[in-house]
């Protein structure tokens, strides 16, 4: 009976592949709007590693590497038409 509730449950590296999905998400938002030359290839990798950690999460890790690439290059054309800094 134990073993059926444990079955349901994520593993632990799971859990911390979502939280890095979700972190990445957040950054490349940032991104959009603050130095996307810095957090946006960060965000990047954070999504990467959320994405070989796998599990349950990972069509939520694979958004949030489109995501992260997506947020760094209309970042990258926001700040050069504002003629903020990139980095």
Known sequence: MASRAVAGRDRPAEVVAGYLAAVALFAAAVALV?????IAP???VVALVAVAVGGRHERLASLAVVAAGVCFVIGMVVAVVTERPLF
């Open 34 to 38: 603050y130095r996307p030359v810095r």
């Open 42 to 44: 960060a965000a990047m």
